[in-house]
């Protein structure tokens, strides 16, 4: 009997007849039913594959996606208020989102799961669904948008103790690895077993890396992905967060997506670069017939200058945040755009015109992706609704001016709440968990005495 072709796709099934036979096929014994949390962090539940494909009912507590970074959870107020019941919401799997999970001794699959009420209805704070109410937004329009990530992150030596400052890995030349290695080949080969890891486990689950890069920083890496759907890129990007942490663990190494994990080094970005076609032409609507560019194209530009700021938050997450986003980083900490400038925050590749994109390059590697994704289509929609008209494009080095951003994260959180348009697209459920989980987090962060302190106040104040 001849294998079905779907059976041999390394991701994803159509329905729960397909999905039995994938998982017969591979022999799984274990499934593992996940979905991100405000942080990205991975949630869900492990069960036998048989169980999975029995028709069995999955579920979390609501107050899972209502926990800060920690573990904890924000008081009621500015808003925020728990569900009266805090009743569990229902785990639907994307069954289109079925992979092998590669590191796992046992066959194990895992699949991506979307929230629901017990009685239907969309869970509009979490993470996937809030991407998901942007996109539809665009597609009532008859307009899809179109992303590519780009990721940033440091391997570091194993750091079991929070109090010691994080280091550069030692690569296969036996030396701790220094910075300024941009590009170079050789600081990538340094890693060539573990990068020979993320390929490997990348292929395995069906992730298409574009290209891998040595940055600037110690032990500092970039992978880009092809562009595509945005839900179907932050799913990408979830999972080759995962991917990638596992890889240097079985190399006794960490990859941290903290936005500034080392001192004196660059900070760690999400590039997002971001184009809107026409669904029933397919044509980019950046790009008029003669190749120039659209009045589309820059409302789109606008409604991020604009709205950016107050969607910071949702791009730079935590206190560690801001350090990346500093005058003396590599990081834009304007709202100005330009063509080919890598010192804006909103950057026009140089392409042909059918590709026309703008790259946002504010967010940080520890943005959760599916909210950064959300938070940066829905600026550029607000944009093109309300017609928004950008400033001139910056011809020269645009960093050395002003911070045009918020400098903290409570400062993030209070622009972030007053902006009205952005509160209805992204929707009050959302803005108001958010908001909340943010302030909590903040709140713990206040309870730790830094080293700066105990160095520069404790014999001098």
Wanted: glycine letters at 8%; one cysteine or more; proline letters at 7%.
């Amino acid at each position: 009997m001849r294998t079905p072709p779907y059976v041999k796709n390394m991701r994803g099934v159509r329905n729960w007849k397909e999905t039995k036979e994938w998982l017969e096929w591979r022999g799984i014994e274990d499934i593992e039913c996940i979905t991100p949390d405000q942080a990205g962090i991975a949630r869900g539940k492990m069960m036998p594959s048989k169980k999975f494909t029995s028709n069995t009912s999955l579920a979390l507590p609501s107050a899972v996606f209502m926990a800060t970074i920690s573990g904890g959870y924000p008081e009621d107020g500015n808003g925020f208020a728990y569900p009266e019941d805090d009743g569990d919401l229902k785990l639907v799997p994307d069954l289109s989102t079925l992979s092998v999970v590669p590191w796992e001794e046992d066959p194990t699959a895992q699949v991506i799961c979307d929230l629901v009420h017990q009685d239907g209805r969309s869970v509009e704070f979490t993470p996937r669904n809030v991407l998901t109410r942007i996109v539809d937004a665009y597609e009532k329009l008859g307009l899809r948008p179109i992303v590519a990530p780009e990721i940033e992150f440091y391997l570091v030596r194993k750091n079991p103790d929070p109090d010691y400052p994080l280091v550069p890995p030692v690569g296969r030349s036996g030396r701790s690895i220094g910075g300024g290695a941009g590009y170079s080949i050789a600081g990538v080969n340094e890693f060539d077993e573990l990068i020979d890891d993320i390929y490997h486990f990348s292929e395995s689950q069906g992730l298409e890396i574009d290209t891998l890069i040595h940055e600037e920083g110690a032990g500092q890496l970039e992978i880009n992905l092809r562009h595509g759907h945005p839900v179907e890129l932050a799913d990408q990007v979830f999972m080759f967060k995962r991917t990638i942490r596992e890889a240097a663990l079985k190399h006794e190494t960490y990859a941290t997506f903290m936005a500034k994990p080392m001192q004196g080094q660059p900070g760690s970005a999400m590039h997002i670069h971001q184009s809107i076609v026409d669904k029933k032409t397919g044509r980019n609507i950046f790009t008029n017939d003669d190749g120039t560019e659209s009045e589309a194209f820059f409302h789109f530009i606008g409604g991020m200058q604009k709205h950016v700021p107050s969607a910071l938050v949702m791009f730079a997450p935590y206190v560690n945040s801001y350090r990346r986003l500093t005058q003396a980083a590599s990081a834009p900490v304007n709202t100005k755009w330009g063509y080919d400038n890598r010192t804006t925050a909103f950057r026009v590749p140089r392409s042909d015109p059918i590709a026309r994109r703008v790259e946002n390059r504010i967010p940080s590697s520890d943005a959760n992706p599916y909210l950064a994704l959300a938070a940066s289509l829905a600026c550029g929609l607000i944009g093109m609704t309300n017609k928004i008209q950008p400033d001139a494009a910056i011809l020269t080095t645009a960093n050395e001016d002003e911070i045009d951003l918020p400098r903290g994260l409570l400062e993030a959180v209070d622009l972030f709440e007053g902006d009205a348009e952005l509160h209805k697209a992204l929707g009050t459920p959302f803005v108001s968990t958010y908001a909340a989980i943010k302030r909590a987090e903040f709140e713990t962060f206040m309870e730790v005495i830094s080293p700066w302190e105990r160095e520069f106040l404790l014999l001098n104040v």
